[in-house]
């Protein structure tokens, strides 16, 4: 069965950084869409961005020029390099991918921007 493990969550004041992980099992994350989503409490689950198989990058509108995907292929681990965090920026992020018609996400990691 597909598995992804996010890791990289924390704690961090606004303005901070993190980069989370997720690593993936039985899947090749070059041969399919790799994506991160996060949900907020009462919010429903956001896509944040997207790397395609063809390498192409689609972000949301929020996160826009301070978060950046990316993948390591021989890893077979995706990044979400994120920057100038912000406290909107708090969520469990999940890493998700579609496998045969099939959606697979991560048990997710959290981010807490706070002062």
């Known amino acids: 069965q597909v598995q992804l493990v996010e890791s990289g969550g924390d704690s961090v004041q606004p303005g901070g950084s993190l980069r989370l992980s997720c690593t993936a099992s039985l899947i090749r994350i070059d041969v399919y869409d790799m994506g991160w989503y996060r949900q907020a409490p009462g919010n429903q689950r956001e896509m944040v961005a997207i790397i395609r198989r063809n390498g192409t990058t689609n972000y949301a509108d929020s996160v826009k020029g301070r978060f950046t995907i990316s993948r390591d292929n021989p890893k077979n681990t995706v990044y979400l390099e994120m920057n100038s965090l912000k406290l909107e920026d708090t969520a469990v992020y999940y890493c998700?991918?579609?496998?045969?018609?099939?959606?697979?996400w991560g048990q997710g990691t959290q981010v807490t921007v706070s002062s």
């Open positions: 998700n991918t579609r496998f045969l018609r099939v959606d697979y």
